[in-house]
């Protein structure tokens, strides 16, 4: 990993190409994280992706985790490896939930082809709409499931345990 | 007991009195006896279909890597022995479906229609815990047991269950089959009088006494 | 049977027909998809034009049961996503978790675990191979693989009890220490293993059906799969010789000395070599592991996340309070957020674990290696005949519980 003061240089240089899209840093437990602002966070990967310097090229991983009830409450994260140096680094782009509509970020699917499957994944259980996507449908969920399974506030399901003749002599 | 022991030759001339019609009465009754053995045809069917059962080669999950897809079928849990080797990959020529592991919702239809594509007699064996009643995921993604959409004749717990244990299934299936369904345990105990309506093999029916408790439980608990 | 003197025109057939693309469906049941993987595919005659993956047919909805338990609860849970190496996945849950907690795990563990690894490795790779050779007409290398796997599952019966998801691995180290004669077992077991697989490799090597099949087939340039976030043994045949436990030092890696086999072409045969010598380096590991298996002990000393010895128990008060705490209600991880990476035996088997700082997990995801890897099936199968599609999808090695978790 770029250790504390590689990440501020490197906060720096992306500030310095592309003001404002970093938001934060964030160095903790030896992992390293850019917290990007979400419309800019097509430019912030391909500026680690192509610089000469950085040359992250490898998207290890695409996932959202759900912070409710932190605001803002989505997390995309893209886990990046430098595979000369042989380093990593995060980025985080929070999302704040609209409401009504679903949120939306847009899609990297041209800068890492991997990550198709994996925006697939993550519209299909926290709903968030990756624009320019190819194919953007259910992966893992029927197709006509209603309701995006990991969200927080989405029960767990299943069903009560039930034994024979308990349920209706103790109720 | 002193075995009568005859020589070949012995053996040999009764065979041939036999077939000239020479031997009478008592020789004659003790010869047949010997040999034949009388049953019911529908029992001969019931012992010929359980001792050579198709099993679908179908595996879900866990439970198919030590289940009858494959660590069953190999060497060392040999279900071969059984006649169940020739695993057969079409429904309609299988006997068999083996639930081995969990039943997700989508792939539920999926099973079914795999199950109403299997000619009769058919059986359903629910290997391991996840099959039999969802296991340890009580969540919205896994049902919770396949007897909610089918009907199963046997369960076999575990997580996931030996090989041996799914070859115990499979031999109590067989006598399912056969319509030895209990194999007597209810005789050695002497627990009649206590069934619940078992619901495996055609000619498991509970007995008058029998019933008439379960229907005096119910009403006790219904009232 | 057309009459090859006739020519077509005069046969009747309608021109299009000859192109016509049939749309079959390889379904959710089917012998040869190493799970309940549905492939939609369009064929024109034999040729595989176009190859749709349907998966979500063993979801289980892991992660978000995983939200619900407390730390230790969720070990069993995700030991069942990829139900053939299960030891990798709570490798990288333990290992992610012990990394939010800062807590270090003692070198006996380091060890134990490396050995359970590697042993696991060995496991998922005869799996894969006697399941691939089935699929391919070499029935009988299932029996001979089943075999040395049940030999691999008696000696981890003999250490954890249980002969698959073993839970064996827990935040700390591991449960509990390696019984008597269990090294001597494993070591028979690690010097046999190379032989046994010389004699697979004498089977199928220079089988010629096996490299008809296998020789330049399924072959993805090593550019384009590393855009699709391939990694793991199809990388490695690729001739990219990257591998995590050379590359990120983690447990007793660093220790051992290991070789990591890299093919040329990229093609099923490569692949096949490639996880092959994978299985003989992976004895070889174990081996060094028995040999320089330090004392200790075996799981951490914190008591705060470890549990107490069940001979204190009875004697110190504190052990009591610990334990009741621990059991009951779990231990409690500073809030944070820990990717943790391992390599698994498909790949970069990869656990997120957000916590925030109560006793359930905030959200646990895994970044499954063949969910990543079935992205390139479609590139390996495009063009190619169904026959070389099913001996791709074989030597890709899919296990459907990671894919769908």
């Known amino acids: 990993m770029p250790d504390a003061p590689g990440l501020e240089l490197i906060r720096g240089e992306i500030d310095r190409d592309h003001p404002g899209a970093v938001l934060a840093t964030s160095f903790d437990r030896g992992q390293a994280a850019l917290i990007v602002d979400p419309e800019r966070v097509l430019e912030a990967l391909r500026w680690l992706k192509e610089e000469p310097g950085q040359r992250y090229d490898f998207l290890s991983s695409l996932h959202a985790a759900d912070y409710l009830p932190a605001e803002p409450r989505f997390g995309v994260h893209y886990e990046l490896i430098n595979r000369d140096r042989v380093e990593r680094i995060r980025v985080k782009a929070m999302l704040a939930d609209p409401g009504e509509e679903l949120p939306e970020i847009d899609s990297c699917v041209e800068l890492f082809p991997t990550a198709e499957a994996q925006e697939r994944e993550t519209y299909d259980f926290f709903g968030i709409v990756f624009r320019g996507h190819p194919n953007l449908t259910r992966i893992l969920m029927p197709d006509d499931y209603v309701g995006w399974p990991q969200r927080r506030d989405f029960p767990v399901g299943g069903e009560p345990v039930t034994f024979t003749y308990s349920e209706q002599r103790f109720d | 007991m002193e075995v009568e022991r005859r020589t070949l030759r012995e053996k040999q001339v009764a065979a041939r009195d036999l077939l000239r019609g020479d031997l009478e009465g008592e020789d004659l009754e003790r010869y047949v006896e010997e040999r034949v053995l009388t049953t019911t045809f529908e029992k001969m069917i019931d012992v010929a279909r359980a001792n050579s059962i198709f099993p679908l080669t179908f595996g879900l999950a866990c439970c198919a890597i030590e289940g009858i897809p494959m660590a069953a079928v190999t060497s060392r849990y040999d279900i071969a022995r059984f006649g169940a080797e020739a695993g057969r990959a079409s429904p309609r020529q299988a006997d068999l479906m083996v639930l081995s592991g969990r039943v997700s919702v989508k792939m539920a239809p999926i099973i079914r229609r795999l199950y109403d594509q299997m000619l009769e007699p058919k059986w359903v064996m629910a290997m391991g815990a996840c099959s039999s009643s969802g296991g340890m995921f009580a969540n919205y993604a896994v049902l919770q047991g396949a007897d909610k959409f089918l009907p199963v004749d046997i369960y076999v717990p575990g997580c996931p269950p030996r090989p041996e244990a799914v070859l115990y299934g499979f031999v109590k299936l067989q006598h399912q089959i056969i319509g030895n369904a209990d194999q007597g345990w209810r005789q050695r105990y002497d627990a009649y009088g206590t069934e619940e309506w078992a619901r495996g093999g055609p000619r498991s029916e509970p007995s008058p006494e029998a019933a008439r408790a379960y229907e005096e439980a119910r009403e006790l608990s219904l009232a | 049977m057309t009459d090859a003197t006739v020519p077509t025109e005069q046969l009747g057939l309608n021109e299009d027909r000859t192109k016509e693309v049939m749309t079959v469906n390889v379904g959710p049941h089917h012998p040869a998809t190493h799970g309940v993987l549905r492939l939609v595919v369009d064929l024109e005659g034999e040729i595989v034009r176009e190859l749709r993956p349907v998966i979500g047919y063993v979801h289980t909805g892991i992660e978000k049961s995983c939200e619900d338990k407390s730390y230790w609860k969720v070990i069993p849970f995700v030991e069942r996503m990829d139900y053939v190496s299960y030891f990798f996945q709570m490798e990288a849950y333990c290992g992610a978790v012990e990394r939010l907690i800062g807590l270090e795990i003692p070198p006996r563990a380091k060890y134990l675990r490396t050995l359970f690894l590697e042993l696991n490795r060995i496991h998922s790779h005869l799996v894969w191979l006697g399941t691939t050779a089935l699929d391919l007409g070499a029935i009988s290398m299932l029996w001979y693989c089943f075999r040395e796997r049940d030999k691999i599952l008696d000696l981890f019966e003999m250490a954890t009890g249980q002969r698959m998801h073993t839970r064996y691995f827990q935040v700390g180290g591991v449960i509990e220490d390696i019984p008597l004669g269990f090294e001597a077992k494993c070591r028979a077991f690690a010097e046999e293993m190379p032989v046994r697989v010389g004699q697979y490799q004498d089977l199928l090597d220079r089988n010629e059906v096996f490299l008809s099949r296998t020789k330049g087939t399924g072959i993805v340039p090593r550019e384009r799969l590393l855009e699709l976030g391939v990694t793991g043994p199809l990388l490695r045949a690729a001739g990219d010789p990257w591998d995590l436990r050379k590359v990120f030092d983690y447990l007793a890696y660093p220790e051992v000395e290991f070789k990591i086999p890299v093919g040329t072409v990229g093609d099923n045969y490569d692949r096949y070599r490639v996880r092959v010598a994978e299985m003989v380096e992976s004895a070889r590991i174990v081996e060094q592991c028995l040999d320089a298996l330090p004392e200790g002990p075996f799981i951490a000393d914190d008591r705060k996340y470890?549990?107490?010895?069940?001979?204190?128990?009875?004697?110190?008060?504190?052990?009591?309070?610990?334990?009741?705490?621990?059991?009951?209600?779990?231990?409690?991880?500073?809030?944070?957020?820990?990717?943790?990476?391992?390599?698994?035996?498909?790949?970069?088997?990869?656990?997120?674990?957000?916590?925030?700082?109560?006793?359930?997990?905030?959200?646990?995801?895994?970044?499954?290696?063949?969910?990543?890897?079935?992205?390139?099936?479609?590139?390996?199968?495009?063009?190619?005949?169904?026959?070389?599609?099913?001996?791709?999808?074989?030597?890709?090695?899919?296990i459907l519980g990671g894919v769908d978790r």
């Open chain 3, 306 to 398: 470890v549990l107490p010895p069940r001979s204190e128990l009875s004697t110190s008060m504190e052990s009591l309070i610990h334990h009741f705490k621990l059991v009951t209600e779990g231990y409690r991880v500073p809030p944070g957020e820990v990717y943790y990476s391992i390599e698994g035996p498909r790949g970069e088997l990869g656990c997120f674990v957000v916590a925030d700082g109560s006793a359930k997990p905030a959200r646990v995801h895994f970044r499954d290696p063949s969910f990543v890897n079935l992205q390139a099936f479609r590139e390996m199968a495009l063009d190619s005949y169904v026959a070389d599609m099913i001996a791709s999808l074989g030597m890709l090695d899919p």
